[in-house]
């Protein structure tokens, strides 16, 4: 005989390893995942690289819409994790299933970093979305670029045509980076704040000895 109250299956343990890149814009992330996936590739490891929004058509469409068009504070926030759950779907959960390693270029320390500090969305809502999406799964690592405002801006001003989110005022990109930093502070063990003001040398560097700790 069978219970009316079944247990839900435990979540089977993933294989590989997720590491998610953050920051503010300008922060100088980007610069740096090849060089991350490059470093893991020599080790043996078999590395996808993805980003969000995006990472998968759908996720990818998302991106557009979001990127260029105005729209509803909640209706980013919800869009933002509706691209993600795709992305989970699609490309993250199974790449960690088969072992792989995932570089992902943010995850939901973004929508906590701009939905909430930047936008001011209530941040118990933006929890009550990340439980809903992944509450089995955060990334193994968190880098965190970490640049003053000025540095930020100047670099973005210097490399492309901006995006929505790129042409805000310097009170978003504060409020921004005072959540990634409460963040850090909030899960210490996950996410690492790294100095991004350091040459591109001694950047590398660090983030070298940072990521072979999880290798």
């Given at each position: 005989?069978?219970?009316?109250?079944?247990?839900?299956?435990?979540?089977?343990?993933?294989?590989?390893?997720?590491?998610?890149?953050?920051?503010?814009?300008?922060?100088?992330?980007?610069?740096?995942?090849?060089?991350?996936?490059?470093?893991?590739?020599?080790?043996?490891?078999?590395?996808?690289?993805?980003?969000?929004?995006?990472?998968?058509?759908?996720g990818e469409a998302l991106r557009?819409?979001?990127?260029?068009?105005?729209?509803?504070?909640?209706?980013?926030?919800?869009?933002?994790?509706?691209?993600?759950?795709?992305?989970?779907?699609?490309?993250?959960?199974?790449?960690?299933a088969r072992g792989d390693w995932?570089?992902?270029?943010?995850?939901?320390?973004?929508?906590?970093?701009?939905?909430?500090?930047?936008?001011?969305?209530?941040?118990?809502?933006?929890?009550?979305?990340?439980?809903?999406?992944?509450?089995?799964?955060?990334?193994?690592?968190?880098?965190?670029?970490?640049?003053?405002?000025?540095?930020?801006?100047?670099r973005l001003d210097a490399t492309?045509?901006?995006?929505?989110?790129?042409?805000?005022?310097?009170?978003?990109?504060?409020?921004?980076?005072?959540?990634?930093?409460?963040?850090?502070?909030?899960?210490?063990?996950?996410?690492?704040?790294?100095?991004?003001?350091?040459?591109?040398?001694?950047?590398?560097?660090?983030?070298?000895?940072?990521?072979?700790?999880?290798?």
């Amino acid at each position: 005989m069978t219970s009316d109250h079944s247990v839900p299956a435990a979540v089977a343990p993933l294989a590989g390893k997720f590491i998610s890149f953050e920051g503010i814009d300008g922060a100088g992330k980007s610069t740096h995942i090849g060089f991350v996936a490059e470093l893991l590739r020599a080790h043996g490891k078999t590395v996808v690289c993805s980003r969000e929004p995006g990472g998968t058509p759908l996720g990818e469409a998302l991106r557009e819409v979001l990127l260029r068009q105005a729209m509803h504070l909640e209706t980013e926030a919800l869009l933002m994790f509706a691209s993600r759950r795709e992305h989970m779907a699609q490309v993250i959960e199974p790449a960690l299933a088969r072992g792989d390693w995932v570089i992902s270029d943010r995850f939901s320390d973004a929508s906590f970093a701009y939905q909430g500090g930047g936008r001011g969305l209530d941040r118990s809502r933006l929890e009550a979305l990340e439980q809903w999406v992944h509450p089995h799964l955060q990334p193994d690592l968190t880098l965190l670029f970490d640049v003053p405002l000025d540095v930020a801006r100047a670099r973005l001003d210097a490399t492309r045509t901006l995006d929505k989110f790129e042409q805000e005022q310097a009170a978003f990109f504060a409020g921004a980076r005072q959540e990634y930093l409460r963040r850090a502070a909030q899960f210490p063990t996950r996410i690492v704040v790294v100095d991004s003001t350091r040459s591109i040398d001694a950047t590398r560097a660090a983030l070298t000895a940072i990521v072979e700790t999880l290798l």
